[in-house]
């Protein structure tokens, strides 16, 4: 199975603050057919997880653009900028390219 | 809007099987994939396999000799049946839509929590 390695497991920001989060990939998530299907996700406290991006940089509807993902191959990063309570939680991320579908370990986002 | 809830029992013994359903509103189950997904206690997260539109299936390799995901279309319904679970069964478990045009589970049950113990 394809392993996504999430750093780090845990963040401290402040409000208003830019928090960063890695997903490396043990192997190229670039399908067969030119696509990438690497998709990030936030759970938060009591909720089931949420779409926040997918296909590595598309944000899911109703997202704002504090919410940034980039990557290609096997490297992948979330950015969120001007951090604000309600983004406090779990972030993974997970694959689709390869089957079984996989998720990272998890980050988690606090409050400074 | 698309809406899925879980519902199932909350305790099961080992080795006994554990059934769960999927009742989903404001979309057909004929369309899209539809899927269960776990999380252990921790963060964990585990994939456990989808039916499709069609009712083919696909389910992971690590659970794919006790697993059974399964449909009722007249009622919108999907449903997941484990067999022979042990301790390590014991997680949140989650039903969710894969959309067509994301690619990946959009839309999300609110999960249950599943205890597997005498």
């Known amino acids: 199975d394809v392993v996504l390695t999430q750093t780090p497991v845990s963040l401290l920001i402040s409000l208003g603050g830019q928090a960063s989060i890695s997903c490396r990939s043990s192997q190229s998530l670039v399908h067969s057919n030119g696509n990438t299907y690497l998709h990030w996700y936030l759970q938060k406290p009591g909720q089931s997880p949420q779409l926040l991006i997918y296909q590595v940089s598309n944000r899911f509807s109703g997202i704002p653009d504090r919410f940034s993902g980039s990557g290609s191959g096997t490297d992948f990063t979330l950015k969120i900028s001007r951090v604000e309570p309600e983004d406090l939680g779990v972030y993974y991320c997970l694959q689709r390219t390869h089957n079984p579908p996989t998720f990272g370990g998890g980050t988690k986002l606090e409050l400074k | 809007e698309v809406q899925l809830q879980e519902s199932g029992p909350g305790l099961v013994k080992p080795s006994q099987s554990l059934s769960l359903t999927c009742s989903v509103t404001g979309y057909s189950i004929t369309s899209n994939y539809w899927g269960w997904i776990r999380k252990f206690p921790g963060n964990k997260m585990e994939w456990i396999g989808h039916?499709?539109?069609?009712?083919?299936?696909s389910y992971n390799p690590s659970l794919k000799s006790r697993i059974s995901i399964t449909r009722d279309t007249s009622k919108n319904q999907f449903f997941l049946q484990l067999n022979s679970v042990t301790t390590e069964d014991t997680a949140t478990y989650y039903c969710a839509r894969q959309g067509w045009i994301t690619t990946t589970d959009d839309y999300w049950g609110q999960g249950v929590m599943v205890t597997v113990s005498s």
């Open positions: 039916i499709s539109y069609s009712g083919s299936t």
